[in-house]
């Protein structure tokens, strides 16, 4: 029960990988307050994890909106009365919003990309980190993606939405861990994705060293780690889990 008598705030945690993070936080004894764009996956996702026996409060909204954000947090406190973990793990492609080739990108394009993948990760820190200064304990944990370092065809937007996390992570872990809070970046390849398709998923799983799609319960476990106090010398990092595909194999 390492989360015992820790509250939790965990961004699009209806599934995938909020939703695992969330699961290995509720068996390890924390209350949760889980955020999704879908109230009924959302539902459906807390109903779970209060079989987990955890205390459990839902926040349906877009974490693009800063006022949304902002009621989140005074909610989910004064439920809880405090949050000490945060997973920043929104993010993706915005609807309505294509992928394309540089060139064919507009400025709008990236403001959406960016509002979800870089912003709206600021404006959930802002919203909770100055109590957990106050309080001279917190985790937090923000997911990039290995298309942040190695860049991806047709996805300039996202992947520079995703970098500026690296940035944000690095400095704002300089300025608050002597006060008692970490803060780090997981760099994630290869999960399980609902509308990846049979060849890019094939491709991916001949990147990895272990020729497969991670499981969710590997990243859940991983990212669990980072915001348990077993990680308490860790910050500032951007920590691959990604079967090592960013670590090319010389030999085929």
């Not at 699961?23 to 949760?32: P, Q, R, S």
């Not at 996805?155 to 803060?183: C, Q």
């Amino acid at each position: 029960m390492k989360f015992a008598g820790k509250v939790a705030l965990v961004t699009a945690g209806g599934r995938g990988i909020g939703k695992a993070v969330a699961t290995e936080l509720a068996l390890g004894g924390a209350a949760l307050a889980i955020n999704d764009v879908d109230g009924d996956r959302l539902a459906a996702a807390a109903e779970e994890l209060r079989g987990a026996g955890a205390k459990v409060t839902t926040h349906v909204g877009s974490v693009t909106d800063e006022a949304f954000v902002t009621r989140m947090a005074e909610q989910a406190i004064a439920a809880h009365g405090k949050v000490d973990l945060l997973l920043n793990n929104a993010g993706g492609g915005p609807p309505a919003t294509p992928w394309r080739e540089f060139t064919e990108t507009s400025i709008a394009d990236f403001r959406a990309f960016l509002d979800l993948n870089f912003l709206s990760q600021v404006m959930v820190l802002k919203s909770l980190l100055p109590g957990m200064l106050e309080r001279g304990y917190g985790k937090v944990v923000c997911v990039s993606s290995f298309s942040a370092v190695l860049g991806q065809e047709a996805g300039a937007p996202y992947a520079s939405g995703k970098a500026a996390l690296h940035g944000l992570v690095s400095s704002v872990s300089k300025e608050v861990a002597r006060r008692g809070v970490t803060i780090n970046a997981v760099v994630l390849g290869n999960p399980p994705h609902p509308s990846r398709t049979e060849a890019r998923q094939a491709y991916l799983d001949k990147l990895s060293h272990f020729g497969r799609v991670g499981r969710l319960d590997e990243f859940g476990k991983a990212i669990a780690f980072l915001l348990s106090d077993d990680s308490s010398y860790i910050s500032g990092a951007a920590i691959p889990i990604d079967g090592g595909i960013m670590v090319p194999r010389l030999n085929e």
